[in-house]
């Protein structure tokens, strides 16, 4: 689950002169922008006494620690100590290990696994659905759902009729789906699913895009040559507990004013009738029920992901603290001696 790219943040949320902590797989992460105003992200723990970085400043393009000022550049080291007399080394401890970090396509993406692993072009290609002739909005939800039910959900055109009766779908509609699946070329693990609708003339295809580890990306036609394409980011903060991040975009109607305004209003009252659904099948998950009891042609996207995931996670990825922080431990530690 770790040797992914994972698009923790978006552009807007990094401003150039401030900190911003995010946690994923348990882990605390601070990310800045450094002096060129590329992003960086470590650990959010200060090497000298545990504090949050994250609460601190942006000084020159390094992150400073809000408790005793000292600074750490985008490579990790440390670059200033105030109290530390001039020519003076800091304490060989007193580093962070960053994680790789890109910013494309408008997101932060990092990269939580092996670092020599981490290329770039790994990242998903959104170069389809960003840029000129596009216009869309994002939008954030924390929830107290495992992302990969999320991931699921939006994966699963058979729920809509249901559970978005009086939004997307009416009861009505449900019927037997024509459903296939194709693995991408390059990506392994990720795959496109594709929902031929034939009987709705005006939405007649559904592409259903997993990227791993919980990028889902819906493309869907509304008619010839209007695409409204969700970007959605199902972000793993912690066991039971996501960042739900999107960005929906639409190649139609997009100089028209009020028109962003309006659909995150409805978008909001969509995404409130998945999570009363989530919420609830998480509180059975936590009484110890199981996400798949029995399943049906209908589910197979989502099958997709669950066989995907259950090759990958390992409990360790979501325990990763005590390694990511050179000179910040959770395992036990030799008493400080005066001057570590
Ligand atoms: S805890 Fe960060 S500088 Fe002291
Ligand atoms: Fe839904």
Not at 49 to 55: D, E, G, V, Y
Not at 234 to 246: E, F, I, T
Not at 261 to 287: C, F, N, P, W, Y
């Amino acid at each position: 689950m770790r040797e992914f790219w994972i698009p923790a943040l978006s552009t807007p949320m990094l401003p150039a002169d401030k900190p911003v902590g995010f946690t994923l797989y348990g882990d605390r992460l601070v990310f800045w922008r450094d002096a060129k105003g590329e992003p960086r992200c470590a650990p959010d723990i200060c090497p000298h006494r545990s504090a949050p970085l994250s609460l601190g400043r942006v000084t020159n393009g390094d992150v400073e620690c809000p408790y005793h000022g000292w600074r750490f550049g985008g490579d990790g080291a440390c670059t200033h100590i105030p109290t530390l007399a001039a020519g003076t080394k800091p304490p060989a401890r007193a580093c962070l290990t960053p994680y790789p970090t890109v910013e494309r396509w408008g997101f932060i993406w990092v990269w939580m696994g092996t670092p020599a692993l981490a290329t770039p072009d790994t990242i998903p290609d959104y170069s389809a659905w960003v840029g000129p002739g596009w216009d869309g909005f994002e939008d954030t939800f924390d929830l107290d759902i495992d992302h990969g039910l999320m991931v699921e959900n939006l994966l699963d055109p058979s729920h809509i009729p249901f559970t978005h009766e009086g939004t997307l779908g009416k009861r009505g509609d449900a019927k037997p789906l024509d459903l296939a699946v194709e693995d991408h070329p390059s990506l392994p693990g990720a795959f496109v699913g594709l929902y031929k609708n034939s009987t709705v003339q005006s939405a007649p295809e559904q592409r259903f895009r997993f990227f791993p580890p919980c990028v889902v990306i819906l493309d869907f036609q509304l008619k010839a040559g209007w695409h409204f394409v969700q970007l959605q980011h199902c972000l793993p903060v912690a066991p039971g507990k996501m960042r739900l991040h999107y960005r929906l975009q639409r190649d139609w109607l997009t100089s028209i004013p009020g028109m962003n305004l309006l659909m995150t209003h409805q978008s909001r009252k969509i995404v409130a009738q998945d999570v009363a659904m989530l919420a609830g099948e998480q509180a059975r998950l936590d009484e110890g029920f199981k996400p798949w009891n029995a399943s049906v042609d209908a589910d197979r996207f989502a099958l997709r992901y669950r066989a995907w995931r259950a090759r990958h996670d390992r409990p360790e990825h979501w325990q990763g603290r005590a390694v990511t922080a050179v000179g910040a431990s959770v395992s036990p530690d030799p008493a400080p001696t005066e001057a570590a």
